[in-house]
């Protein structure tokens, strides 16, 4: 256990941070997580179970005096993302989060630290082991895979939660109240390829686009960052009046992720070699004093290789760039309701380039059903035309504004009371968990809130030690005021 970690205030909840971090935690793969929340309650004395998908609920009596009040669900996941810089050795499977304070921050070495939403357990699980805090009847709600499709939040079936209100502790801004965000769906784009062999006497270049900051491909897609996909295809389709081919290519990882990274081999004619060379450095030096003020560490290096002994074909390579180029990333369409929102964006996640066939993942975000499914069928149109297959899968819906919830006017005035200000109520660019919950739960009086935590989903995610703190502050304040 971190001992620098586990002296920060307040103590007992950096403490099952920490406790938290040293299990391996990464979406689909929650056995172990699970595991060591259902000890957690059942060594409490607590009514401690799982539903069928793997939903770990926790409930505790209220604290004496406040037994009449309504019960409240607090609600945070078990799963975190998991990306680490590329000259990082480290095991998710198999490894806890190494983490260290620097300054108001506590980061992780080289990894995401997993505070989104590590920092909503490890507050949960503080409340349901306190001895000396007033709470009302309480009921932990741990979901699973919220990272990568939410199918915790959608097999939690109706009649199981007992609570009337529930908090959701799972945004990124200490002085934002949520009362809304976007629903997603993924977006796959397969095709197959002739692999056609090389031509004797082209040579082999290898391309790198790093150094790139990435973060939460909804949260972060409003910040104008580098797509490390969209980067190369420009360097690719620059390269096409050279003779290139493209023989692997590899960006990208997860769909909740702005790619900071991507590799690709391509074979030209020796002969263009030095035209090539020419013509991609150019674009490569466009592209970085584009992005000089939001990306300063882009990196975009050439250097030779094994020419590929296979390659696509004129054809797919050509369908295959223009169809990327072609392809909405980033900010579609913002809210006419409110003021700066990002209604409807897309990330191009992931693309892979390997033995005969290319694969696509993007994930389309949008508070309006209808803006998700309009710009979801844009790009299936355009990679339909540069001859994908194309499925949708994974939708999930968004979180509806209720500007009447008493516990958005409780929340409020409690906020105002601690803190001299008045908070931010806000619908965020990202995926909460509230709206697939209050489809089986529609009665149910729904807020969000959280600490400050910067770059989630990225290694240089950090959280702030004095947001922490108020956060705290806040949550047991609206814990002794629920109706």
């Known amino acids: 256990m971190n001992k620098e970690l586990v002296q920060l205030q307040p103590k007992p909840l950096w403490n099952n941070f920490s406790k938290l971090n040293a299990v391996p935690r990464p979406s ?82 080289g990894t995401t630290l997993g505070a989104d939403n590590g920092m909503g357990v490890a507050a949960i699980m503080t409340l349901l082991e306190s001895k000396d805090i007033d709470h009302p ?84 897609i409003n910040k104008g960052l580098g797509n490390a996909n969209k980067i190369m295809n420009r360097l690719l389709y620059a390269g096409m009046d050279y003779h290139m081919r493209v023989g692997k290519l590899e960006g990208g990882s997860l769909r909740n992720a702005i790619p900071r990274e991507s590799i690709s081999y391509v074979n030209i004619d020796k002969k263009q070699e030095t035209d090539f060379l020419a013509a991609i450095t150019i674009v490569a030096d466009t592209i970085k004093k584009e992005l000089r003020f939001v990306e300063p ?19 797919a390579q050509a369908k295959f760039i ?6 909405v990333n980033g900010v579609y369409s913002l809210s006419s309701t409110i ?26 975000r949008s508070s309006l059903e209808s803006g998700k499914m ?14 994908f297959d194309v499925d949708f899968s994974g939708s999930y819906p968004g979180w509806n ?37 209050g489809q089986n739960y529609p009665e149910m009086d729904m807020v969000s809130f959280g600490p400050t935590i910067v770059a989630p989903h990225s290694p240089d ?14 949550l047991l304040e609206v814990l002794k005021h629920t109706p």
């Open 28 to 109: 689909k793969k929650e056995e172990r997580v699970i595991a060591f929340a259902m000890d957690f309650g059942k060594n409490l004395g607590l009514e401690t179970f799982k539903d069928e998908v793997g939903n770990v609920i926790i409930r505790k009596p209220a604290s004496s005096g406040m037994e009449h009040k309504k019960m409240v669900t607090l609600q945070s996941h078990l799963d975190m993302v998991h990306q680490k810089n590329a000259e990082t050795v480290f095991d998710f499977d198999t490894q806890g989060i190494q983490m260290f304070v620097e300054g108001d921050w506590v980061r992780a070495q």
């Open 137 to 220: 009847p309480l009921e932990a709600l741990f979901t699973i895979d919220e990272e990568t499709g939410m199918t915790g939040a959608f097999g939690l079936k109706g009649g199981i939660l007992k609570g009337e209100v529930l908090l959701n502790l799972d945004t990124e801004e200490d002085d934002e109240i949520d009362i809304g965000c976007a629903g997603g769906v993924d977006v796959t784009a397969k095709r197959d390829y002739n692999e056609k062999s090389a031509v004797h006497g082209d040579i082999g270049y290898r391309i790198v686009v790093n150094g790139l900051k990435g973060g939460h491909s909804g949260m972060d």
């Open 297 to 315: 560490n882009l990196e975009i290096s050439f250097s030779k290789e094994k020419p590929c002994k296979k390659v696509m074909g004129l054809g």
């Open 322 to 327: 223009k169809g990327i180029y072609a392809a």
């Open 339 to 364: 003021p700066d929102l990002v209604e409807t964006s897309n990330n191009i996640a992931r693309i892979q380039v390997k033995e005969g066939t290319v694969t696509i993942l993007c994930l389309t």
């Open 374 to 387: 309009d710009l979801a069928n844009a790009l299936k149109s355009v990679f339909e035309l540069a001859g």
């Open 401 to 437: 504004p209720n500007p009447d919830s008493k516990m958005l006017e409780v929340t409020k005035r409690i906020y105002k009371d601690l803190f001299k200000e008045e908070p931010r109520v806000v619908a965020c660019h990202a995926g909460l968990e509230c709206g697939i919950l």
């Open 461 to 474: 995610e950090r959280v702030s030690i004095s947001s922490v703190q108020k956060f705290w502050k806040f």
